[in-house]
């Protein structure tokens, strides 16, 4: 196994509220001894996010993790799978948790290809699938934060009748004040987790501007019921508690510091790609959430030598999204179209270390890596490399 301790320069480094940011919503809870069940800080943190998002009423329910958030928005667009649809179309270049989800609620995933440009999901292409009769789910993912065209979607379900949702797991800082122009009945779902932009720990949230889509979203993850004890459809316990919402209440009172800082990291990073010359291409905010910098070489074999290269100096790098869901184990058996795009696009994206407080000499120790100023340390860390080649090397082949 790879020794945390050998990288040196992690990818990702999560900061969250500190104590003194948190303590004034811990002590609320402290005073209303609401802990649970959509407390006041829930409550008010839906009415902040709604307004941030530009909604004119409430139209944000969070949720206890983003998986939580997808799971809420499938029950509550779409219901559990009917045995007449059983089909999800989900992506395979994505994380786990996307088709995790759909089949949780008892879908069958079947993987199909995204588009080389948009990196998502083809609503024309997939109008035409042969497939589209069995399909019950359409699960839409907005990978590394990249938006999907929302309008096009909205008439994908309004000419199919499939329902559609949005994993914008990775989306908070994508989506900003545009509530206005998102899906009018497709609810997406966003991910608080730590590594994301906006993060409160674990949490989560579904954006619905469609009143009766975000009523069922949360009737879904408060055990089916809606303001009495009955359960009238099927519902888990996906509900934040009132400490992450403490935790996310702070953190929205420093988002425009942080997106700031992040966004000043993103801006500091094209400049030293700019300046170095490099053969590979950058995509950081702008294209993609501010959490994330991704390197993309016109190879796999280039961009594994990349990696390895950042390894063995104790620069930590990642493909995010390993080698496709497809390729997971557990989802090692369900249908799948020919994945072209994603084959190649996924051994080509490789994640660099990014966070909030990074430094210029953190950003310019990557390139000199990269561009091969620093020698290889010797000796490797041979365990570094193993599990780099455990991590990839499907992806090489
Ligand atoms: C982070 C992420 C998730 C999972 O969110 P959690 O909050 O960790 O449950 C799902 N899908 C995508 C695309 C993600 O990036």
Redesign the pocket.
């Known amino acids: 196994m790879l020794n945390p301790r050998s990288l040196t320069l992690p990818i990702a480094k999560p900061l969250l509220p500190d104590l003194a940011m948190i303590s004034p919503y811990i002590r609320q809870i402290d005073e209303s001894r609401g802990y649970s069940n959509r407390g006041p800080l829930v409550r008010c943190l839906e009415d902040r996010l709604s307004a941030h998002f530009g909604f004119e009423s409430q139209a944000v329910m969070t949720a206890a993790?983003?998986?939580?958030?997808?799971i809420g928005a499938i029950m509550g667009a779409a219901g559990i799978a009917r045995p007449d649809r059983p089909l999800c179309f989900c992506p395979a270049m994505?994380?786990?948790?996307?088709a995790a989800?759909a089949q949780v609620c008892g879908y069958a995933p079947h993987f199909v290809d995204v588009a080389p440009e948009s990196w998502c999901l083809d609503p024309v292409r997939l109008r035409r699938h042969p497939e589209l009769s069995k399909v019950g789910l359409v699960l839409v993912?907005?990978?590394?934060?990249r938006l999907p065209q929302f309008s096009a979607w909205q008439s994908f379900m309004d000419e199919t009748g499939i329902p559609v949702v949005i994993?914008?797991?990775?989306c908070f800082d994508m989506i900003g004040d545009m509530a206005p122009s998102l899906p009018e009945r497709i609810p997406i779902?966003l991910?608080?987790?730590a590594?994301?932009a906006f993060g409160c720990g674990?949490?989560?949230a579904i954006l619905a501007r469609d009143r009766v889509v975000l009523e069922a979203c949360f009737r879904s993850l408060n055990h089916g019921f809606l303001g009495d004890r009955i359960a009238l459809t099927l519902g888990v316990n996906g509900k934040m508690s009132e400490y992450h919402a403490a935790v996310a209440l702070a953190e929205l009172d420093g988002w425009a510091g942080k997106f700031d800082r992040l966004r000043g990291v993103a801006r500091r990073y094209r400049a030293e790609h700019a300046r170095c010359d490099f053969k590979a291409e950058l995509f950081v905010h702008g294209d993609i959430s501010s959490t994330y910098a991704l390197l993309t070489f016109p190879t796999q074999d280039e961009t594994l030598s990349a990696m390895h290269r950042l390894r063995s100096s104790g620069i930590e790098a990642r493909y995010?999204?390993g080698q496709g869901v497809h390729r997971q184990p557990a989802f090692a058996a369900r249908s799948t179209d020919q994945l072209d795009v994603t084959e190649d696009l996924i051994g080509r994206l490789l994640g660099l270390p990014f966070f909030v407080d990074m430094s210029d000499g953190e950003i310019g120790r990557v390139y000199a890596c990269l561009t091969q100023e620093v020698p290889m340390q010797d000796p490797p860390i041979r365990d570094a490399r193993n599990e780099a080649w455990a991590l990839t090397e499907t992806v090489a082949s």
């Open positions: 993790s983003g998986t939580m958030a997808l994505t994380f786990v948790a996307s989800a993912v907005a990978p590394y934060g994993d914008g797991a990775a779902a991910s608080f987790h590594t994301k674990e949490g989560g995010w999204y």
